[in-house]
């Protein structure tokens, strides 16, 4: 017979308490802490013997959320207002560019056109699809596609000062996906927009389109590293070798880099429940650490999204974090200026 766990201070056996988190979580198929199914325990009996590692199981269930958020986010329209004036209004505080190039990279199915997508989504009041996105695991997008994020005023569009460069997945290997050449080349300047990328055909002098000189507008002035949630516990260690050059040879050119994590909502039920308990989540800040430690960075420059796949109206809380997101690269794009300006003078 099972016993009664005083830890949950309800009178439930232990199954019946966990019956009632499963059928709580009943449609996400998920744990509280993770993307895998709920555990067979679910489905078997325990005895009074098991009782301690039962009560852990369960505070783990139940108390995922912490009290306070490990970060401070205001969820208010307002602010989310606040954010895309600040976004559509923003001019790069170099003279000489008009326009701040922000690049991200990740593996194939990262979510990096989804965020592209999502962002623009904001802009234009309603759910797009702005950057084509794929649902494989090998990279929709073979080309080097620039997307100025555009804003609606008294329904004209207007081009703001941002623009999100996307690009193939990278992958392990040197023949694979997006080489550590090429991608050098794009920040650099060099590579014309809409090159289509072949491992083995390198970007050169002789590549159509070439760009010989590249002034600061042509540059990348920031570098975003996309991964997703789901996959961070299966990311290889070739992996990571991969990210830690990247994030070497672009820190040699000066040019900051940031993290962003997408599919936060499907790692964790509590956030897909309420995308507000995202900086509340134990499950989802021991992720970001995780993808500190695959890319080789602190977790303070690593920000949670999540992208609009199957929905179809804006939500103002998913456009906050979005938004967020944004602000932090574009921080970041600011840093980049005025270490170019501190050099030369």
Known sequence: MEKKMSCINKGFTFGQALQVKAESL????????????????????????????????????????????????????????ALMKSVSMYKPSNNSVF????????PAGAGKSSFISSVQSIFSGRVTNRAM?????????????????????????????LVLCDVMGIEEGAMTGLTLHDTLAII???????????????????????????????????VVYVVDAT???????????????????VSDLGVHQVGLLTHVDQVCPDITHDITNVYKSKSLQQMITKAGVLLCMSPSSIVPVKNYSSELELNSETDTLLLSAVDHMLQYVELYFRDNTEAKV
């Open 26 to 81: 009943s449609g996400a198929g998920l744990s509280a802490n993770s993307a895998t199914p709920l555990p067979a325990v679910l489905n078997s009996s325990k005895s009074s013997g098991d009782a301690e590692d039962s009560c852990k199981q369960l505070k783990t269930y139940f108390f995922n959320l912490l009290k306070s958020p490990w970060r401070a986010v205001d969820w208010s329209k307002q602010h989310r207002d």
């Open 99 to 106: 326009e701040a190039r922000v690049l991200l990279l990740g």
């Open 133 to 161: 996105v794929g649902s494989s695991s090998t990279s929709f997008t073979k080309k080097l596609q620039s997307f100025n994020i555009r804003w609606y005023e008294e329904n004209e569009c207007r081009p703001s000062a």
């Open 188 to 222: 650099k300047g060099h590579v014309p927009e809409g090159h289509k990328f072949d491992p083995t055909q390198p970007v050169r002098m002789e590549t159509v389109g070439y760009v010989k000189k590249p002034s600061e507008r042509d540059r990348v002035h920031c």
């Open 231 to 249: 996959k961070i516990n299966f990311y290889s260690e070739g992996m990571k070798t991969t990210f830690s050059q990247l994030r070497e040879h």
